[in-house]
């Protein structure tokens, strides 16, 4: 990793960087390692930055357009990491959630398991209808644009809306993990099991953008 990028990898220092720092160190080291990216089933980019035992550092890239979903379009779901993050492009609406059991007209709760190494293609992702259904209430809505940073604790439903007209790219720190299961709310009409395999691409592709 460039030295420049390394030392702004940093839980002290990717918040306080100035965004065009951050992006142009961003930039030197997509152009000099060449890496590897994935696409979300939700249509989203993600950029694996930093891999270590303790934390994960990623590059999420929502293009302008349309953003073509695959699999079932459930997009209210927990970590079991908390989410760190920093809008270095573009903007989005963080909304965070209240979860009450429901016998009754409640949603459908799926848990995540990844078969293999969820950064590799190859790697098969399941999602597993449970038993559980729920009630939401929205309890946090915050709008943020460029320069703004937010966090999303660990275990708790959340969700990103991210407008058609805006290319938004992210700077996420995932970290202080904690056992408990990942889980989607997911929609009525979908098998018991969803199973994808994610795109791979260059990451060179994230230069367009930034």
């Known amino acids: 990793m460039a030295a420049n990028l390394e030392s702004l990898l940093q839980a002290d220092r990717a918040w306080d960087a100035g965004v065009s720092e951050l992006l142009t160190a961003l930039r030197q080291w997509i152009g000099e390692t060449a890496p590897l990216c994935l696409r979300h089933p939700h249509g989203f980019y993600v950029l694996p930055l930093k891999l270590i035992d303790e934390e994960e550092w990623r590059l999420h890239l929502w293009p302008n357009g349309n953003r073509e979903i695959k699999g079932m379009p459930a997009r209210i779901h927990t970590h079991d990491r908390h989410i760190d993050s920093r809008i270095l492009l573009g903007g989005l609406t963080n ?3 209240d979860a009450h059991a ?10 995540v398991a990844y078969h293999g190494d969820k950064y590799q293609k190859t790697t098969t992702n399941r999602l597993q209808r449970s038993a559980e259904t729920l009630h939401l209430e929205e309890v946090t809505r915050r709008v943020l644009v460029a320069g703004e940073c937010y ?6 439903f959340h969700e990103a809306q991210v407008s058609e007209a805006l290319t938004t790219c992210t700077l996420i720190r995932m970290h202080s993990y904690e056992p408990g299961a990942i889980r ?3 929609i009525e009409g979908y ?3 969803v199973a994808f395999e994610r795109e791979q691409f260059e990451g060179k592709l994230f230069l367009h953008f930034i």
């Open 95 to 97: 909304i965070c959630y």
């Open 102 to 111: 429901a016998d009754v007209d409640g949603k459908p709760v799926y848990t």
């Open 151 to 156: 966090r999303i604790e660990r275990h708790t």
């Open 184 to 186: 989607v709310v997911g």
């Open 191 to 193: 098998p018991d099991e």
